[in-house]
């Protein structure tokens, strides 16, 4: 991974990780930053290594040379990459000198940021990544054709394994929202509006805060609550301030205690570009909470009908989505539907040893 910070494709793989048998399995991370990322700290607790290499953007080529030593040094037959740059195949092609045997791609999302020249080098050096990896699997559909190629999964070329959750933490209840609620200092008629997501283009929280500022509007007890964090955090605040928002945002920072702010909000909004499969909105619905997203990302992300896909463009229609939800609604535990469709993380972790080391029990390395 680039690091192995709090994002989607970093907490899938600890997810995973949390699960599997470590006397029989072992992930080990290789990383393009020296310093510490917000999970290093729990994967040495749990037996992993971590390699720290030369940032891709610096020295591609001895960043791929450097990988390449790593498999060779260590032995290591089994590869996984997760990202949707062009150059990740190059990266598996670098394990393969080194040795390894089973070259795993995850593709992690159904677009990249960068413009044209990004683009271009995906449809050109991108496309090794229908002939490079030995086994290709993506959290959705959409994530697999963008970088499989169309069709993939129906030919069976690629495999979806899901984003699953851990739904005795996921879960919904009443005391878990009026005690997180009295943390955050929100009365009972107050409206909370809940985003989750690093700050980076693909999210649109220019767009989110304009929403709010529609909601607002109409009902100036909501409050919008914002959790993660990235390059665009301060462009986000500052917006914030132009539109007079400051005192009606919170900017949280990463959290552990998701599940207690998912079930504190009263609507979780989500106007991304795009998406694999967001982790956010399928946690969010573990804890029967409404959410309205963006209809560019893939309809698999409803899992149990409290998702509504709206097109980008208009904050206004956004607003009336979500102030549907401004007078309450009954919550549920949901952990039944998502063990019934295998989002769990019991159900995926199998998915996950059976794709990652087929029959092997050596170590996986997993690097982009």
């Not at 009263?266 to 619905?285: C, H, K, L, R």
Request: with cysteine; glycine share 8%.
């Amino acid at each position: 991974m680039s690091s192995m910070n709090a994002g989607g494709a970093e907490t899938f793989l600890m997810k995973q990780y949390r699960l599997i048998d470590r006397e029989k399995y072992q992930l080990d991370f290789c990383v393009n930053v020296q310093e510490r990322g917000f999970y290093d700290d729990e994967i040495e607790a749990l037996g992993g290594k971590i390699y720290r290499i030369a940032p891709k953007s610096q020295n591609f080529k001895k960043s791929l040379k450097d990988l390449e030593n790593i498999v060779k040094e260590n032995g290591y037959e089994n590869v996984l990459v997760s990202s949707v740059k062009p150059g990740t195949a190059l990266e598996l092609l670098a394990a393969k000198r080194g040795g390894a045997k089973r070259l795993i791609y995850r593709s992690s999302n159904s677009s990249v940021d960068g413009g044209f020249k990004q683009k271009l080098l995906h449809h050109t050096v991108g496309r090794l990544a229908h002939t490079v990896p030995t086994v290709k699997i993506a959290p959705s559909v959409l994530a697999a054709e963008y970088c499989f190629g169309k069709g993939c999964v129906a030919k069976g070329k690629a495999n979806i394994l899901y984003n699953g959750i851990d739904t005795s933490f996921y879960r919904y209840s009443d005391e878990k929202r009026q005690n997180t609620r009295a943390e955050l200092g929100l009365s009972d008629d107050e409206f909370a509006v809940i985003h989750i997501g690093r700050f980076a283009k693909s999210k649109n929280h220019g767009f989110l805060l304009e929403i709010f500022a529609e909601i607002i509007k109409r009902n100036p007890k909501a409050k919008l609550f914002l959790i993660g964090a990235g390059e665009l955090e301060a462009e986000i605040r500052k917006k914030a301030a132009e539109l007079s928002l400051s005192d009606k945002i919170f900017f949280l920072g990463i959290r552990k205690d998701v599940p207690n702010l998912l079930a504190a909000g009263d609507v979780f909004i989500f106007p991304s570009f795009y998406e694999g499969m967001p982790n956010t909105v399928i946690e969010a619905q573990a804890l029967s909470l409404h959410c309205v997203i963006s209809d560019t990302i893939t309809p698999d992300t409803d899992i149990t009908g409290l998702v509504e896909y709206l097109p980008l463009g208009n904050p206004k229609q956004w607003a009336d989505a979500a102030l549907k939800y401004a007078d309450g609604y009954l919550r549920q535990d949901m952990s039944e539907i998502y063990k019934a469709k295998k989002y769990d993380t019991e159900s995926t972790a199998e998915e996950f040893i059976k794709y990652c080391f087929g029959e092997s029990k050596e170590k996986v390395l997993s690097a982009v």
